[in-house]
């Protein structure tokens, strides 16, 4: 699966689950979504779950790092590199 | 998949279970006598059951470890030692073993396991209990070291510590991420610590708040990465959530024993009162919700070995042993009838010591929570 698809699934994700469909959010790939609150620790949760079940990757609590969930495009590198190399 | 202990974990486990008794089964530690028992305790092992060998510790897997605090929780009436020693262990020692460099490691490390440091965890402030990511103290880079800026509501241990495991904020951009975790140890300038607060159990753990006014520690004492804190909770969490817990599961053993010695031998109606049902049915759902939460902590300590675990597989285990652990002291109060409610019986003291279990480590709601988000919904 290519980057652009992993981060239009995600940005869905976020849309649906976490602002339950409010447009009033400009939500882009590099949105803040830690600074924005988007992401607090159980929607992280929630939202490691999530790639873990639709992408059957293993989100360690390694892996739980800003550098990894500080932007949609960041989730979605996390998502492709932990298919590539599991230990990652 | 094999179901039980082999022989050398069953001899290991009574072995522990006869020395606890020996050596520490009292219901409070005598006046001022909390290091002395602490030092009985390293000397047992209990303090650093899971910590590499080479720095002190017994260099146990998870599962092994909760075998050992379960020998503890069930020879041990004082169930707040059993929780302050696994506290100290799980939430501090553990982090430190797993991230600290190399000069904290062997500093603290053997003084941790052999019972002549204690530590306390300081995570929770007032305004950021269950969610820690309102979390407000701050720790700002500066030089060669950190100053740590914030106050911590509640940390079991705090009161007598020597070295605290704290987190605060490095980086306010990244929201919970941005959290850093941190080694302070007692005498450090703009450290302060408020207490023991008065509990309703757990008595021999005494608690208190933290401060920290401008308190500036080295660089080394960071653990793991800046903004590594959040991980390093939650992978203490796991191991708390598993391995603590099991003290619970060792001291609904011991309650049990009891309900079943007290129900053949007490007579009503000419009879025991294990010959009625209401009584007898009582005793086994006892046993189920026993056997049911120790499988599910056995499980998350197997999964935590395999490097496996889910924030699920704890929070199942937490959830059930908490749950069963206050469940069963009101059934023990209840078999007992009136002489349970005395205080020289020492049942209603393990009922005040099991409540705290339903709040600490997270609580059952943050719990169900943590099951539910891990099932998508
Ligand atoms: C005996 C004991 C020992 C402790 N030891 C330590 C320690 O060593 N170190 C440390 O840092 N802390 C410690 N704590 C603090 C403990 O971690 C917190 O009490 C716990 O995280 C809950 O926070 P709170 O008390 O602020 O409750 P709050 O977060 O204010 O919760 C109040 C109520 O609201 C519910 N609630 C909150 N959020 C949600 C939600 N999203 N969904 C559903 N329900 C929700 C809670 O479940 C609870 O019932 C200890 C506490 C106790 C009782």
Redesign the pocket.
């Known amino acids: 699966m290519e980057l652009a698809a992993v981060i239009e699934e995600i940005d869905g994700y976020i849309r649906k689950e976490f602002l339950e469909g409010d447009a009033s959010v400009e939500l882009t790939p590099s949105s803040p979504l830690l600074e924005w609150g988007i992401l607090n620790s159980m929607n992280t949760t929630r939202l490691a779950a999530f790639v873990s079940e639709r992408y059957d990757v293993t989100v360690s609590p390694k892996a739980m790092r800003t550098d990894n969930f500080r932007t949609i495009e960041n989730v979605a590198h996390m998502v492709l590199e932990l298919r590539d190399r599991p230990e990652a | 998949m094999f179901l039980d202990w082999q022989p050398h974990q069953s001899k290991e486990y009574d072995d522990m279970l006869s020395a606890v008794r020996e050596r520490l089964d009292r219901p409070r530690p005598p006046e001022g006598g909390l290091r002395e028992l602490w030092r009985h305790c390293g000397e047992l092992g209990l303090l650093g059951l899971c910590v590499p060998a080479e720095d002190g510790g017994g260099g146990r897997s998870a599962l092994d470890t909760a075998h050992l605090i379960e020998a503890f929780g069930r020879g041990c009436a004082d169930t707040g030692l059993v929780f302050a020693t696994s506290?100290h262990q799980f939430?501090c020692a553990v982090p430190i073993s797993a991230y600290a460099g190399d000069e904290v490691r062997r500093r603290l490390l053997p003084a941790l396991c052999d019972g002549s440091f204690i530590a306390?965890?300081?995570?929770?402030e007032s305004e950021a209990?269950?969610?820690i990511s309102a979390m407000s103290a701050r720790a700002v880079r500066d030089g060669d070291g950190y100053v740590l800026t914030g106050t911590?509501s509640?940390?079991?241990n705090a009161p007598e510590a020597d070295v605290f495991v704290t987190y605060a904020v490095t980086d306010p951009t990244a929201g919970f991420l941005g959290v850093s975790a941190f080694v302070v140890e007692r005498g450090t300038a703009g450290l302060s610590v408020d207490g023991p607060f008065e509990k309703m159990g757990?008595g021999t753990c005494a608690?208190g708040s933290v401060r920290f006014e401008e308190c500036r520690v080295p660089a080394r004492n960071l653990l793991g990465e800046e903004g590594e804190g959040s991980a390093i909770f939650q992978h203490s969490m796991a191991w708390e959530r598993a391995c603590l817990f099991a003290g619970y599961v060792g001291l609904m053993d011991r309650l049990l024993e009891r309900c079943v010695a007290h129900a053949r031998e007490r007579r009503q109606f000419g009879r025991r009162i294990a010959d009625f049902q209401a009584v007898s049915h009582r005793i086994a759902d006892m046993k189920l919700r026993l056997e049911a939460a120790r499988m599910l902590l056995y499980r998350a300590c197997f999964r935590l070995d395999r490097d496996e675990a889910l924030p699920m597989d704890s929070a199942l285990s937490k959830l059930a042993v908490s749950e069963a652990a206050v469940q069963a002291a009101v059934d023990a109060l209840q078999i007992f009838g009136s002489r349970g409610y005395l205080v020289s019986e020492g049942l209603e003291v393990v009922l005040r010591d099991a409540i705290?279990a339903k709040?600490?480590s997270?609580?059952s709601?943050?719990q169900h929570?943590l099951i539910a988000k891990g099932l998508g919904l």
């Open positions: 506290a939430a306390a965890n300081a995570m929770t209990g269950s969610d911590k509640w940390a079991s757990l608690a705290p709040l600490f997270g609580t709601e943050i929570e």
